[in-house]
């Protein structure tokens, strides 16, 4: 899934191509591609029509674009293979295209929303008072927004009883660390995933946020992680970062600080990469 990292760079090409721009038409090409707008294709496309983009926003691994005058906003949800892509309206339709926006302008570029797996689609939502989708209003803030909180945060670690991975990656707590960038700041933290919350103290928590927010840092300025064709910015260009992992994907390699070789385990449906010599397992009492 795409992670913080992989959703900003998408973002700030939207901001770049489309902000200001006024829907002219709309086109539905498989009807998954809206179901989470629950009334439905040709409502999705009617309501979006005649509407003017504002500029995209971002919290977590959520994407949205807040349309002008309409109190409302075109969420996009990615999935494991959603891509939005800026095309010049002449290009060759892709292969799993499944919404197309075009705009009243001349720039001769409209937005299309290409997904070959159907895990992802665009709907249309009411903001709340502070202008976030209502379906998101829950999630938390990413550590790389200024006002997110470190000391709430570092509370929040320490009442709950959970682990430290769990923790990264529960959108209520802090937004957009997925398994990939949660792997590597662990790793540069030193810490096992299954470390107890309740033991970090608070130089600790403020260590491991540095981390997180370094890395993904780090990931944004190489355009993100892509370790296929599926994860691109709105130009159709993969990220880079992949070839940058310290943990993510290195089972059996040696790690980069002590040699000791990788191992992977898996964890709640997905995996865990770590170094068994950096990062020990907690002592079960």
């Not at 509370?155 to 792997?183: C, E, F, W």
């Not at 997905?270 to 397992?281: D, E, G, I, L, T």
């Amino acid at each position: 899934m795409p992670e913080l990292p992989e959703v900003e760079v998408v973002r700030r090409g939207l901001e770049r191509w489309t902000a200001g721009r006024t829907v002219e038409a709309v086109e539905v090409l498989h009807p998954r591609a809206v179901r989470r707008h629950l009334a439905g294709g040709a409502d999705f496309a009617a309501r979006l029509r005649g509407l003017r983009f504002g500029t995209a926003m971002r919290r977590g691994k959520y994407l949205w674009v807040p349309l002008d005058e309409a109190d409302s906003s075109l969420l996009g949800h990615l999935g494991m293979s959603g891509q939005l892509l800026v095309q010049p309206e002449d290009a060759v339709d892709e292969k799993h295209l499944r919404i197309r926006i075009r705009f009243d302008d001349a720039l001769g570029t409209e937005l299309r929303f290409v997904d070959q797996r159907t895990f992802g689609g665009l709907s249309l939502h009411d903001n709340t008072p502070d202008g976030l989708p209502d379906v998101i209003a829950h999630i938390a803030r990413d550590p790389l927004d200024p006002a997110f909180d470190d000391a709430a945060f570092h509370l929040a670690l320490r009442l709950r009883r959970t682990t430290v991975k769990r923790a990264l990656l529960d959108q209520s707590l802090i937004s957009g660390v997925g398994n990939i960038y949660a792997d590597e700041a662990l790793w540069r933290s030193r810490l096992h995933y299954e470390r107890p919350t309740a033991s970090l103290t608070r130089p600790r928590t403020a260590e491991l946020l540095g981390h997180v927010r370094a890395v993904m840092r780090e990931a944004l300025d190489q355009g993100g992680t892509s370790f296929d064709s599926l994860y691109v910015n709105v130009n159709g260009e993969s990220g880079y970062f992949d070839r940058s992992l310290d943990a993510y994907g290195r089972e059996d390699e040696p790690c980069r600080r002590c040699g000791t070789p990788m191992r992977r385990r898996p964890w709640m449906n997905r995996s865990s990469y770590f170094c068994p010599r950096c990062q020990r397992p907690p002592r079960i009492s």
